[in-house]
């Protein structure tokens, strides 16, 4: 998962639960907010039936507006009635007619019931005061109530959380483009850290080049030594190597020349200092070898393959070969072009060396890596000596010219990239060399 798919994912998780716990918070607020206004408005309804209420003996009455015109319209939603204290009724609004309300309860003198009651499928909010009302010539015990169905309420908190999660909503929308915006903005070094690096490993350049924030500073820095100690110590190997083989190749020389000029020199002796001078040639170019780099170039196969084969057929002159070569203009090789060229140079010579009339090279890529065969119809290669052969020193032929140490140094370089070299029987009738780096 990428740095910038967590941030994200974890920034969406914390907006998730930060405006689900706001969104609870605003409508228990607004809930508690309406449902005081409520009472309040049912508290004000009482008092204002209270005031306009007569008692005579056994008689209520009340005025024809009943003060509310919601209190004289059937079903309206807001209804009041009064009892005694056998929970008789003894008046009620003309809004109360069919309606099914809550069950009445006589209330003591001076008590206060505000509550949520269902009846069916409806809920209501019910405010009661308990009184005992003085006569002239008695004390008589009611119970004022009023009360309201939920219908417009619930459609009032309905449309509240309707209009706050629409917002809420719109705003977590806005708060999460605006941090991809500034997480873009704010990621863009190390976008541009990975540009770099791409173009190192394509090898378009050779170290970082840009300069970024402190908080990475550090890190393209450590990158950029990573790189100079790579290319140093591979330099320092190579130059050893090379030091070191050139300086045993002069001594070898003047001792194989000193037991060439002795005719009794040991014949023994001279195969070791002729053994010996082939592996300072193999050392030579093992020295020589770069492998696989994190900062090599890309080099196009097809026209490095041409070039070599311009070269041998002049060599090759006397020899009628006809060559096929298949290759992608575009197919390319990620490393060091003298290796390149040391590894097509010995596949392609020991293929003219041994071909009759025909030579095939085919490059291509397969499953993202580089294959490279080299097809001829000579003599061919026994199975036998397919192994002797990537040994140093080894030749098929004696008689045919050359150190003896090409498929072992073709094999060297494969090996340097970690790739494969396989010898088979040739379609053709001869050998066929395959590499795949």
Do not use: C
């Given at each position: 998962?990428?740095?910038?798919?967590?941030?994200?994912?974890?920034?969406?998780?914390?907006?998730?639960?930060?405006?689900?716990?706001?969104?609870?918070?605003?409508?228990?607020?607004?809930?508690?907010?309406?449902?005081?206004?409520?009472?309040?408005?049912?508290?004000?309804?009482?008092?204002?039936?209270?005031?306009?209420?007569?008692?005579?003996?056994?008689?209520?009455?009340?005025?024809?507006?009943?003060?509310?015109?919601?209190?004289?319209?059937?079903?309206?939603?807001?209804?009041?009635?009064?009892?005694?204290?056998?929970?008789?009724?003894?008046?009620?609004?003309?809004?109360?007619?069919?309606?099914?309300?809550?069950?009445?309860?006589?209330?003591?003198?001076?008590?206060?019931?505000?509550?949520?009651?269902?009846?069916?499928?409806?809920?209501?909010?019910?405010?009661?005061?308990?009184?005992?009302?003085?006569?002239?010539?008695?004390?008589?015990?009611?119970?004022?109530?009023?009360?309201?169905?939920?219908?417009?309420?619930?459609?009032?908190?309905?449309?509240?959380?309707?209009?706050?999660?629409?917002?809420?909503?719109?705003?977590?929308i806005l708060l999460l483009i605006s941090q991809a915006a500034i997480l873009r903005w704010g990621l863009l070094p190390l976008r541009q850290v990975k540009l770099e690096l791409n173009k190192i490993e394509s090898g378009d350049q050779q170290q970082i080049e840009q300069h970024y924030p402190q908080e990475i500073e550090q890190l393209t820095n450590n990158i950029n030594q990573l790189l100079v100690q790579e290319r140093?110590?591979?330099?320092?190997?190579?130059?050893?190597?090379?030091?070191?083989?050139?300086?045993?190749?002069?001594?070898?020389?003047?001792?194989?020349?000193?037991?060439?000029?002795?005719?009794?020199?040991?014949?023994?002796?001279?195969?070791?200092?002729?053994?010996?001078?082939?592996?300072?040639?193999?050392?030579?170019?093992?020295?020589?070898?770069?492998?696989?780099?994190?900062?090599?170039?890309?080099?196009?196969?097809?026209?490095?393959?041409?070039?070599?084969?311009?070269?041998?057929?002049?060599?090759?002159?006397?020899?009628?070969?006809?060559?096929?070569?298949?290759?992608?203009?575009?197919?390319?090789?990620?490393?060091?072009?003298?290796?390149?060229?040391?590894?097509?140079?010995?596949?392609?010579?020991?293929?003219?060396?041994?071909?009759?009339?025909?030579?095939?090279?085919?490059?291509?890529?397969?499953?993202?890596?580089?294959?490279?065969?080299?097809?001829?119809?000579?003599?061919?290669?026994?199975?036998?000596?397919?192994?002797?052969?990537?040994?140093?020193?080894?030749?098929?032929?004696?008689?045919?010219?050359?150190?003896?140490?090409?498929?072992?140094?073709?094999?060297?370089?494969?090996?340097?990239?970690?790739?494969?070299?396989?010898?088979?029987?040739?379609?053709?009738?001869?050998?066929?060399?395959?590499?795949?780096?």
């Amino acid at each position: 998962m990428s740095l910038n798919l967590r941030i994200i994912l974890s920034a969406t998780s914390v907006l998730v639960i930060f405006i689900t716990l706001t969104a609870a918070a605003l409508n228990r607020a607004f809930v508690e907010s309406t449902e005081s206004a409520l009472r309040d408005n049912l508290t004000s309804q009482l008092y204002a039936l209270l005031a306009a209420a007569e008692v005579t003996e056994g008689e209520i009455i009340m005025p024809s507006s009943e003060l509310d015109a919601l209190l004289g319209l059937p079903s309206s939603g807001v209804y009041a009635y009064i009892i005694n204290q056998s929970a008789q009724t003894l008046w009620q609004s003309s809004s109360a007619l069919g309606a099914k309300l809550p069950r009445a309860e006589a209330l003591a003198s001076g008590e206060k019931q505000f509550k949520k009651t269902d009846v069916g499928e409806l809920s209501y909010y019910t405010f009661a005061y308990g009184i005992n009302w003085v006569t002239d010539t008695s004390a008589i015990a009611l119970t004022f109530t009023i009360a309201t169905d939920l219908v417009s309420f619930n459609k009032q908190i309905t449309e509240y959380r309707n209009t706050l999660w629409g917002w809420l909503l719109a705003m977590a929308i806005l708060l999460l483009i605006s941090q991809a915006a500034i997480l873009r903005w704010g990621l863009l070094p190390l976008r541009q850290v990975k540009l770099e690096l791409n173009k190192i490993e394509s090898g378009d350049q050779q170290q970082i080049e840009q300069h970024y924030p402190q908080e990475i500073e550090q890190l393209t820095n450590n990158i950029n030594q990573l790189l100079v100690q790579e290319r140093n110590q591979k330099t320092r190997y190579r130059n050893a190597l090379g030091d070191l083989a050139h300086s045993l190749k002069t001594p070898l020389a003047v001792l194989q020349s000193s037991l060439n000029s002795n005719n009794t020199a040991d014949d023994s002796m001279k195969e070791q200092i002729t053994r010996m001078n082939s592996i300072v040639e193999y050392q030579l170019q093992r020295a020589a070898t770069a492998g696989t780099s994190t900062s090599a170039k890309s080099l196009k196969i097809k026209s490095i393959i041409i070039r070599m084969l311009e070269s041998l057929k002049k060599v090759y002159r006397d020899k009628a070969i006809r060559l096929n070569l298949t290759a992608d203009e575009n197919l390319t090789f990620k490393g060091d072009e003298g290796d390149l060229m040391e590894l097509l140079g010995n596949l392609l010579d020991n293929a003219y060396k041994w071909a009759d009339k025909r030579i095939d090279i085919i490059a291509e890529s397969e499953a993202g890596k580089l294959s490279i065969r080299v097809l001829d119809d000579g003599p061919g290669i026994k199975a036998e000596q397919a192994q002797m052969l990537l040994e140093r020193g080894v030749r098929a032929d004696q008689n045919i010219a050359g150190h003896g140490i090409g498929l072992s140094i073709v094999h060297n370089i494969v090996d340097a990239y970690q790739g494969e070299l396989f010898i088979k029987k040739s379609p053709l009738g001869g050998a066929e060399i395959q590499i795949i780096l």
